[in-house]
């Protein structure tokens, strides 16, 4: 008895053992994605504590029938223990149980508002001293300067609108882009988002939390990549038949580079729109023509 | 000697028999429990195989990545009407065939309270799933088996789909909360002298919270998709957010019936395990109460949880804290039953017959489905796992894990007594083991899809990582879980003809429906006995050894005479 004990006991150590330190590959089939954002990261690391906890009471609890099975199966002679229970036993795993329990509560309410609430922006991120960083909005950092993109999710494409560099009032002449966000490194960025049409869901694994985009309501979330690269994710929420071509891709680059981008960004929306408009002075010139010529001269 | 002469298995005296209906009218319209019970678990076997076909064809879309064997479209009907069939055609009906033929045989009744409206529940049943699966003809629907609006809205699926899930909910709806009420009032009525409520074996202490939840439930879906049929074809605007409507409404409404609707799938199951641990380790069954009172428990902290289902949606933090709360709390009870059917086994004298392993199967393999939900349970890990597959295996380890393993092992421990023959335990226990490692190996690994990024209800990925062969060990599993349920198919199919004849009590179990014959007679009892104990059973066999022991005299009578005259 004692000696199957140990050998338990043994196991479930060199099975925790095995978790920590695991390789990466093997780690990735263990525990979610993170290495993106500091929210991801908690995540990962309180997962990581709650999934300890799950593989001893799994060890435990598989351990103890297939114990039983083993050991108590019907041979001559025995005779089943005619027990009916045992308050006391009863009782011990009950508080033993709401233990475990009150101990991951306390440790998700002590990361909860690490993963909820943003940090400031770090000195290397982009400059946040002007006054069109304020954010509005319930989520902020403490000091209250962020990038702010509104993520507008519909069949089937994300579009992101960088608010902060609106012209005029009215957010007309916004820079925006489609599919591909392009934030700033070490900058604290924060998400607004919307639904056009149906409910989608925002989500970079590697930047952590998802949130639904509800048509009709604003979600909010944020992350901070110091690491330069691609962060793919994809739509999450069954939206329609394209679902799954929803995909996603938030590229961070430093500063310097994101604010090259913000302005041919823009300078391609300005031609974009004088395109347009050169298509529609020529439309209303020949109204009543072949419209087929039109499109090509556009 | 008389020991010898006389088997202690108990027996009944027919005074009269009547030659049983035949033919296909008289299952048309009969009202007796027990052919109502047959009906039902044949229909909800039927339509489990449909969604297991569908489940099969989903696996094979996904066997591969960037694969093109079905169409987007296609794709998502297989996941919607595979949800659906499962949770509203085969879960909830086949436990309702279960709690059909037995409570009233275990609480040693006659019949259910309200024959008429039972036969009613099952025929509006079976009008739910024909609803569901004409529209296969025509265009099924696509939006998920919890059918998200807007999507399910008609300005996105205006086609008749959605219709057809709507007109399913309320039909099954309605058969559920009649039979709800029925099985109330049995138990609540018509209960065997004797039989107090502490003495309630646990199968039907299930389905009476089974019962109370769907009452409780129902009433809100019903509400829900009546008014999403309004939206869709009366102009009303309820989740239409264009003109204030609400989307999270919808799913607040969904939910409210949607995670109660979890533990209407899955307490019936436990209360199957509660009675197949005790008769096959030959112990009573380990803190009665404490199993009693943790399914009371788990049914009313069920109803407080849904916002869990909510977490990533824009709800203030306090209520998505009430909810993870709420969650925890009801690991409490789930804790203790399993604690107290792994107490049942100890130092029990444990039969490996087919009905036992597949409990035990249940109790191993739904510990996982439990443990994978506390993941779920935490607010910021639900961030990074809601809505990918590491949810598809949490939602599998439980209702296939957990619900089917348990329907499995009350296949196995009621068919004698339904059919009078038992089944082929060599064939029983190579189905269990498909069965056991199918699911382990479908499922497990879907945790790992999930932590690496793949979301649910997608009908391709790209190949990077390893994703596509996680996908395909999850494929193969698959198949060896569907080759497992064909096993047990063709157990059933042979042994209705060829298996051994049962007699009245094959497993020495300890509840009254035992004590009559298999199958039972049309009456079901010829003289109820007054039960004393928890185990009745026992009770009946002790006195009829202690009788032929004392000499002649006990052969003249019956169990039912001795017990009712002891």
């Known amino acids: 008895m004692l000696r199957r004990r140990r050998t338990l006991g043994a196991l479930a150590s060199v099975a925790l053992l095995g978790l920590l330190l695991a390789p990466d590959a093997f780690a990735s089939a263990l525990t979610p994605e993170k290495g993106g954002s500091p929210a991801a990261n908690h995540i990962w690391s309180l997962y990581l504590i709650t999934l300890i906890i799950a593989a001893v009471i799994f060890v435990g609890v598989e351990g103890a029938l297939i114990y039983c099975l083993v050991r108590f199966r019907a041979r001559k002679g025995r005779e089943a223990k005619q027990v009916h229970g045992s308050a006391r036993l009863e009782i011990g795993w009950t508080v033993g149980a709401a233990l475990v329990l009150v101990a991951l509560a306390t440790v998700t309410f002590l990361d909860l508002r690490d993963i909820r609430d943003p940090t400031n922006s770090g000195p290397n991120g982009l400059n946040l001293s002007g006054s069109e960083y304020v954010t509005t909005g319930s989520l902020k950092p403490p000091n209250g300067r962020a990038l702010t993109i509104d993520v507008i999710g519909m069949q089937y494409i994300w579009q992101y609108v960088y608010t902060n560099y609106s012209p005029s009032p009215d957010g007309l002449g916004t820079p925006y882009s489609y599919y591909q966000m392009v934030v700033p490194t070490n900058t604290t960025v924060i998400l607004h988002v919307r639904s056009k049409d149906v409910v989608h869901e925002w989500w970079i694994p590697k930047l952590g939390a998802k949130v639904q985009a509800v048509p009709g309501y604003t979600s909010n979330t944020w992350f901070k990549i110091s690491k330069p690269g691609n962060y793919p994710g994809q739509c999450s929420f069954l939206c329609g038949r394209g679902h799954t071509r929803m995909i996603a891709e938030v590229t961070a680059v430093p500063p310097a580079q994101f604010q090259r981008w913000l302005v041919l960004q823009e300078l391609y929306l300005h031609k974009a729109d004088l395109q347009a408009q050169a298509c529609r002075q020529e439309l209303s010139a020949h109204q009543g023509a072949q419209s087929v010529e039109f499109v090509k001269s556009c | ?566």
């Open chain 2, 1 to 566: 000697m008389a020991t010898v002469a006389l088997s202690p298995a108990p027996q009944i005296v027919a005074r009269r028999v009547e030659p049983a209906p035949r033919g296909i009218m008289s299952w048309i319209t009969t009202t007796d429990h027990k052919r109502i019970g047959i009906l039902y678990l044949v229909t909800s076997f039927a339509f489990f195989i449909l969604g297991g076909t569908e489940a099969l064809m989903i696996r094979l879309q996904l066997g591969e990545a960037n694969n093109t064997l079905v169409s987007p479209e296609v794709y998502n009907q297989l996941f919607t009407m595979h949800g659906t069939t499962m949770v509203f055609l085969f879960i909830v009906p086949m436990l309702a065939g279960f709690g059909n033929y037995f409570v009233p045989l275990m609480i040693g009744s006659r019949d259910m309270a309200f024959p008429r409206l039972n036969a009613l529940s099952y025929w509006l049943f079976l009008a739910g799933g024909i609803v569901l699966y004409s529209s296969v003809f025509w265009s099924p629907p696509e939006a998920g088996w919890i059918s998200t609006v807007p999507l399910a809205e008609s300005t996105y699926l205006p086609s008749g789909g959605v219709d057809a899930w709507i007109y399913l909910v309320h039909l099954t709806g309605l058969s559920s909360l009649l039979g709800s009420i029925n099985f109330y009032v049995t138990v609540a009525k018509m209960r065997a002298p004797g039989l107090s409520w502490s003495r309630l074996p646990l199968f039907v202490w299930s389905i009476l919270a089974y019962s109370l939840l769907l009452i409780i439930a129902i009433p809100v879906i019903a509400g829900a998709v009546t008014m999403l049929l309004l939206d869709r074809h009366f102009g009303t605007h309820f989740f239409s957010t264009a003109n204030g409507g609400s989307v999270l409404l919808w799913q607040n409404l969904f939910w409210f019936f949607g995670h109660p609707e979890v533990y209407i799938l899955i307490l019936p199951a436990f209360g199957i395990i509660s009675e197949v641990l005790p008769v096959f380790a030959r112990k009573p069954i380990f803190g009665y109460k404490a199993i009693a009172a943790s399914t009371i428990m788990i049914s009313f902290l069920g109803l407080l949880v849904w916002v869990h289902h909510m977490f990533t949606t824009p709800t203030p933090l306090v209520v998505l804290i009430f909810a993870m709360i709420s969650s925890f709390l009801i690991a409490v009870p789930t804790g203790i039953k399993i604690f107290n059917w792994i107490g049942t086994l100890w130092q029990g004298s444990i039969e490996f017959r087919t009905p036992l392993m597949f409990a035990t199967g249940m109790v191993g393999l739904f510990t996982i489905g439990g443990l994978s939900g506390i993941f779920l349970a935490m607010i910021p890990v639900d961030w990074q796992l809601s809505d990918t597959y590491f949810v598809v295996a949490h939602i599998h380890f439980v209702f296939v894990g957990g619900s089917t393993m348990g329907i499995f092992a009350g296949i196995y421990y009621w068919f004698p007594k339904i059919t009078g023959r038992m089944l082929s335990e060599r064939l029983g226990k190579w189905s269990f083991w498909f069965m056991f490692v199918g699911i382990l190996v479908t499922f497990m690994i879907q945790h790992s899809l999930g932590l690496d990024g793949m979301p649910r209800r997608v009908y391709e990925y790209a190949n990077v990582g390893n994703l596509q062969l996680y996908n395909q060990i999850s494929t193969v599993g698959s198949w060896i879980l569907a080759f497992g349920v064909l096993l047990t198919i063709i157990n059933v199919w042979r042994s209705l003809h060829h298996g051994t004849v049962a007699g009245p009590d094959p497993w020495k179990a300890n509840t009254l429906e035992w004590f009559t014959t298999s199958p039972p007679p049309i009456n079901n009892f010829d003289e109820i006995p007054r039960v004393r104990s928890l185990e009745p059973m026992k009770d009946i066999r002790r006195e009829i050894e202690r009788r032929s022991r004392e000499g002649s005299g006990a052969r003249e009578r019956t169990p039912a005479e001795i017990k009712v005259r002891a």
